[in-house]
């Protein structure tokens, strides 16, 4: 298991980490209920950007020089860093891409284009992000097979009484889900789908861009082949991510793009690929990124993630308190105890963008859309949602500021 | 509250908001087309009838979903382009319907308040054949897997 601490966080005290507190917005004091969109950076991480690219910058792996040298090692590390972080069995299972959707591409490219065809089911969910849905729904229909979805009940949880009727239609040989719902907070049964899918001979495909960041995340544990999560959504720099596979299917899999990096020698007539992970690393990586992500699993690990998860429990248990408070307003998805730190609701006859609009000039920042999943929008009968999401610096206070501006918004817009 | 938001908000956007002209839909349109705005998934039908020259516009209606500047804006621009012909409609700039807005608007809202102005020249495109530059042509993507 990934080691973690039980010490609950101190989230005023770590909101002294993230500079982006000490600016006001429209002359309010920042309440940033964004988090599952992207997360704000504290200073370690920022520092550690800085460090590098001043003292230890320069191109990666081939480099022969001390400078080339110790950019290799911080990047490596960084890896290292990324797999004990899922407890992965081993680094050359972790491959650095741009973003969680990249890998998920990945996976849905270069194991799905030579691995699908006419008469093989791939299974998703209907509360599936667009990242583990289009890429799906797109090589599903390039190959010929089948593209079909797990469906919610009402409370935003996946009906497994549909698995048989799935397993029944085909020979099912992906199963995508989110471990966290981005929309929702929904927890999923990850585990549970993960055994049900190799009962199939299918590979299970986790999207852990909202899990990663806030609870313990354990590869082995639950019983994936592949976990993708991303370095914004964890204190960490944009344009980075990870892709976990266990070893046998990555070795199998045609690489996803190719050019420098993932070669092992070319000529006119042939190439052969690179050895794990760097055969699905073409290209200059996003090298001071990747050493930025390192540095913010170091924070994230340092506070736990239990406490993390802890912590937005407590807050989202407040939030969906104080919503139900709120006349003509409907929250979707489970009860606290089987979410994250993430809560949608529709405020009856308004807009979530005029919910959104005004709430910013109380210096509050949510979301507003459709969170990348229509889908799950159709299924819950809206075009879009408000949504509220928290995470290790979120405060009691800026939920009661959220309360107040609800009400507001109900004043100028009701 | 602050200027910003009075602006923003102010009683004329509320108005159209809250009692929108042209809201509704027609039997047999002369012109229709559906828009969708992709950041937020609000989706506009514009349904156009003509006068007996085939080219005035006679009367438009609207229907869908939307935010408060969306609503207000093509509620406004329905009183706008009634009694205009087709084609001088298909050249309007942006900013004349902005200017009757009259609010400062951020690129993500400017999306928000020019959807039924796009989805009008996309039906009268459809329609009458009228030019619809590059900077429309993105309203009428229907996207569909190929």
Redesign the interface.
């Known amino acids: 298991m990934a080691v973690t601490t039980s010490k609950p966080l101190d989230a005023r005290l770590l909101r002294a980490d993230f500079p982006v507190f000490e600016h006001e917005i ?2 309010k004091p920042l309440a940033y209920l964004d988090s599952a969109s992207s997360t704000q950076k504290p200073r370690q991480v920022l520092d550690e950007l800085r460090t590098f690219y001043e003292t230890s910058y320069a191109n990666v792996h081939r480099g022969v020089y001390d400078l080339a040298e110790r950019a290799t090692a911080a990047f490596e590390g960084a890896r290292e860093k990324a797999r004990a972080y899922v407890n992965a069995p081993s680094a050359r299972e972790m491959i650095f891409t741009r973003s969680t959707t990249e890998a998920l591409n990945l996976v849905a490219y270069a194991w799905g284009l030579d691995n699908l065809g006419p008469g093989d089911v791939v299974v998703i969910t209907e509360l599936e992000h667009h990242a583990n849905f289009v890429p799906w ?2 090589v599903a ?1 390039r190959t010929g097979a089948s593209f079909r979805h797990i469906p919610i009940d009402d409370l935003g949880e996946l009906q497994l009484d549909a698995l048989d009727e799935l397993a029944a239609s085909g020979r099912v040989k992906v199963v995508a889900n989110n471990l966290v719902s981005n929309t929702l907070g929904t927890i999923n049964p990850v585990e549970k789908l993960a055994a049900w899918a190799h009962e199939q001979g299918a590979i299970m495909v986790v999207d852990a861009a909202q899990a990663a960041p806030h609870r313990a995340v354990d590869v082995q544990a639950l019983g994936c082949d592949f976990l993708a999560f991303s370095s914004h959504k964890l204190c960490g720099p944009t344009g980075v991510g990870a892709l976990w596979g266990k070893a046998e299917l990555l070795e199998a899999m045609s690489p996803f793009n190719l050019g420098g990096e993932m070669i092992r020698s070319v000529s006119l007539e042939k190439t052969t690929w690179n050895e794990l992970p760097y055969k699905f690393e073409a290209g200059t990586p996003a090298i001071a990124e990747a050493v930025g992500f390192g540095a913010a699993i170091d924070y994230v690990s340092a506070i736990g993630p239990d406490a993390i998860a802890a912590h937005e429990h407590e807050l989202v248990t407040y939030a969906m308190e104080r919503l139900a408070e709120i006349p003509g307003l409907r929250v979707f998805g489970p009860p606290a105890d089987r979410r994250t730190g993430i809560v949608s609701f529709d405020l009856e006859g308004i ?4 919910v959104a ?2 709430l910013d ?1 109380e210096g509050i920042a949510v979301r ?3 969170h990348c999943t ?1 889908p799950l ?1 159709t299924r819950l009968g809206v ?2 949602t408000t949504r509220a999401s928290f995470y290790l610096y979120s405060l009691p206070e800026e939920i009661d500021r959220l309360i107040d501006g609800l009400h ?1 918004v109900r004043k ?2 009701g | ?2 200027g ?2 009075d602006q ?2 102010r009683e004329v956007i ?1 108005d159209h ?1 809250k009692n929108p002209r042209g809201h509704g839909t027609l039997e047999e349109p002369g012109a229709h087309a559906e828009g969708q705005n992709p ?5 506009v039908s514009i349904y156009v009838a003509f006068g007996e020259d085939g080219e005035t516009i006679e009367e438009v209606k609207f229907s869908g ?7 207000a804006a093509t509620s406004m621009l329905t009183e706008m382009v009634k009694g205009r012909k087709a084609s001088e409609v298909a050249v309007l700039p942006k900013e004349e319907l902005l200017e009757e807005i009259g609010i400062p608007l951020s690129p993500v ?1 400017l999306k ?1 308040a020019i959807l039924g102005l796009g989805t009008l020249k996309v039906a009268l495109h459809k329609a009458k054949g009228t030019p619809l530059p590059e900077e429309w042509a993105g309203f009428a993507n229907e996207l569909e ?1 190929r």
Not at chain 1, 351 to 354: C, G, L
Not at chain 2, 39 to 43: A, F, I, N, P, Y
């Open positions: 429209h002359g729904q797109f229909q807009h979530p963008h005029d609009q005004v000039f507003a859309g459709h229509q929008m075009v879009a507001k100028v817009l | 509250m602050s910003e938001f923003m908000y509320l908001y950041l937020c998934g609000d989706e979903r939307g935010c408060a500047i969306s609503q809202r928000c897997l």
